[in-house]
Nanobody, 112 residues
């Protein structure tokens, strides 16, 4: 049974930074594509960033140049470094392992 636990969310002022973590239980983490999504109140869940097993990355246009996704296979963890945060980045952020497994989400609030 795979479990994903996100952490690192919180309240930050516009222009600030946060680093989200998503730790996965179980083996074979390194073979999976890992993806970050987010869902703002009243909106659909949307793609944020993805990293493949080989380390290739892709980003939503709205976060490109501000967010960086990375992974540490030795720690079964994927990260999302978020810089220059804007109020519109406020959302619950979820990580996904492969096509099927979701974490519980972590709240990010960007406000002065």
């Amino acid at each position: 049974q795979v479990q994903l636990v996100e952490s690192g969310g919180g309240l930050v002022q516009p222009g600030g930074s946060l680093r989200l973590s998503c730790a996965a239980s179980g083996s074979a983490f390194s073979i999976y594509t890992m993806t970050w999504y987010r869902q703002a109140p009243g909106k659909l869940r949307e793609f944020v960033a993805v990293i493949t097993s080989s380390g290739n990355t892709n980003y939503a246009d709205s976060v490109k140049g501000r967010f960086t996704i990375s992974r540490d296979n030795a720690k079964n963890t994927v990260y999302l470094q978020m810089n220059s945060l804007k109020p519109e980045d406020t959302a619950v952020y979820y990580c996904m392992l492969g096509p099927s497994y979701w974490g519980q989400g972590t709240q990010v609030t960007v406000s002065s």
